[in-house]
């Protein structure tokens, strides 16, 4: 099993903007399909963005137009740009994995997880 590990994360100010990484520790192989999820305390997980292996991507509604994911295969990197941040938008945020082929951002669609990383974004 190849950790995820996430990157990237801080505090910054409203209407900023922040760059995650999603790197392979241990190992490397190409991913199918990666998403970025986050999750505010006393809230559920849910999913932010995804990208296949060729490019096809999705994303929550409350990201779209802000948030742009993309993938370097050759580098086994998967980067989620972050623009015009808002104090909603802080979470942890978590890198994941799965095995079909989709766009979909459904937590139980996925099924190996990295560690997360704290992004706080002040009012």
């Known amino acids: 099993q190849v950790q995820l590990v996430e990157s990237g994360g801080g505090a910054v100010q409203a209407g900023d903007s922040l760059t995650l990484s999603c790197t392979a520790a241990?190992?490397?192989?190409?991913?199918?399909?990666v998403g970025w999820f986050r999750q505010s305390p006393g809230k559920e997980r849910e999913g932010v963005a995804c990208?296949?292996?060729?490019?096809?991507?999705n994303y929550g509604d409350s990201v779209k137009g802000r948030f742009l994911i993309s993938r370097d295969n050759a580098k086994h990197i998967v980067s989620l740009q972050m623009n015009g941040l808002k104090p909603e938008d802080t979470a942890i945020y978590y890198c994941?994995?799965?095995?079909?082929?989709?766009?979909?951002?459904?937590?139980?669609?996925?099924?190996?997880w990295g560690q997360g990383t704290q992004v706080t974004v002040a009012s």
């Open positions: 241990g190992g490397t192989f190409n991913w199918r399909v």
């Open positions: 990208i296949t292996y060729n490019g096809g991507q």
């Open positions: 994941a994995t799965r095995i079909a082929y989709g766009v979909g951002l459904g937590v139980d669609e996925f099924e190996s």
